[in-house]
């Protein structure tokens, strides 16, 4: 059996999915007890009155050029962070079945598997290798019952992008025995080259995407997780039928029109320079002591005083990500970076001492 299906939970791959009204758009809706009017203030190009299709095919097609994938090896979810909970749903039995992540990283990986009772194994980034990933560690960590296995890259909040050798040898090493999911909501600021590419080496590969962050589109809500056909045939029976909304639909859609990639490419270019900026704008606070290397749109802060620093910034209006409640993290903000007049905002926050 393949091993997308062996290792995922016996009631996913018997469950008899629910069979939503069909798609038909040349004829008449009167399968689905819609309403046949529109509200008065609705602006969807299709009628907020019916249902969304189910994994538009427009916006998956899009989406699979996108992400250079085929079709069949995309779903569409409410944010990634929809993927991260439909993969818990799908491969852990509570009290059984464990995933393993490199922390600190992503919160969203572990409370997922919490939700569905499965234990969180964790195995530390390495902080003086820039907080590089362990694969001896890695590997040593997995047993039977380990069924995802998180790699954040870039990983949120280190910032950093993870050494692709490594990434190999851990795909190489669980193909089959684990999921691998490769989380790259960050990868746009990389300028790294997305691991979707090997999607056709490792059967048990899943890449998680979204338009939350380089395509401005978090308050839309779509990500994707790319994946084997095995995979997202599975994924489709555990997603609700219309999951995404028709805003959401097309807001997505006219994002991943020509001309919108370009503009994003464009201002994707800009943060980047105004990532410099505010770099060196933190670097000359008493507050700040280390500012680390990063491959996202976010900078990690080892503070001297990071009371201080969030005290300043509240002061000012400004919020600031606190990460000192991760123990690997005691002195530690994270900072996104903003427009040229937030971030001056901030470095004049914390000037002083
Ligand atoms: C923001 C973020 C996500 C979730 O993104 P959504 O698509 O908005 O759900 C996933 N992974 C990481 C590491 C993130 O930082």
Avoid at 119 to 129: C, D, H, W, Y
Avoid at 212 to 221: E, I, N
Avoid at 337 to 353: P, Y
Wanted: proline residues 5%; contains cysteine.
């Amino acid at each position: 059996m393949n091993s997308l299906i062996s290792l995922a939970r016996p009631e996913i791959v018997t469950l008899k999915p629910y069979a939503h009204a069909v798609w038909l758009p040349s004829h008449t809706r009167l399968h689905a007890n819609e309403a046949p009017w529109r509200p008065t203030r609705d602006g969807t190009r299709v009628g907020l009155n019916r249902y969304p299709e189910t994994q538009p095919q427009a916006l998956i097609e899009r989406l699979a050029s996108l992400y250079d994938v085929s079709s069949a090896q995309v779903l569409a979810t409410r944010g990634a962070d929809e993927a991260i909970d439909l993969l818990s749903r799908i491969y852990l039995r509570a009290g059984v079945d464990a995933i393993l992540q490199c922390s600190p990283t992503f919160g969203m990986y572990q409370v997922a598997a919490r939700i569905q009772g499965a234990e969180v194994i964790e195995v530390p980034l390495t902080r003086a290798r820039g907080w590089g990933v362990d694969v001896q560690a890695l590997l040593a960590a997995w047993r039977p019952g380990v069924k995802l296995v998180y790699l954040c890259s870039p990983n949120n909040p280190t910032g950093n992008l993870l050494d692709y050798a490594a990434l190999e040898h851990i795909c190489t090493v669980l193909d089959g025995k684990a999921i691998v999911v490769i989380d790259e909501a960050y990868i746009e600021w990389s300028g790294a080259a997305s691991l979707a590419r090997w999607l056709g080496r490792f059967q048990s590969l899943a890449i998680l995407r979204t338009l939350s962050k380089a395509h401005a589109l978090a308050g839309a809500r779509l990500g994707a997780l790319l994946a084997a056909p095995e995979l997202i045939q599975l994924a489709k029976r555990v997603i609700p039928p219309y999951a995404l909304s028709q805003p959401t639909i097309e807001a997505a859609l006219s994002a991943l029109e020509p001309t919108e990639l370009r503009v994003s490419q464009t201002r994707l270019q800009a943060l980047l320079v105004e990532k410099d900026y505010l770099r060196r704008g933190l670097a000359s606070s008493p507050l700040v002591e280390k500012i680390w290397r990063s491959d996202t749109n976010f900078l990690l802060i080892d503070c001297s005083d990071a009371e201080r620093f969030m005290n300043y910034s509240i002061a000012g209006g400004l919020i600031v990500r606190d990460l000192r409640a991760n123990c690997a993290l005691p002195r530690s903000l994270r900072v996104s970076v903003g427009s040229r007049a937030e971030n001056d905002a901030l470095i004049a926050c914390v000037a002083r001492s």
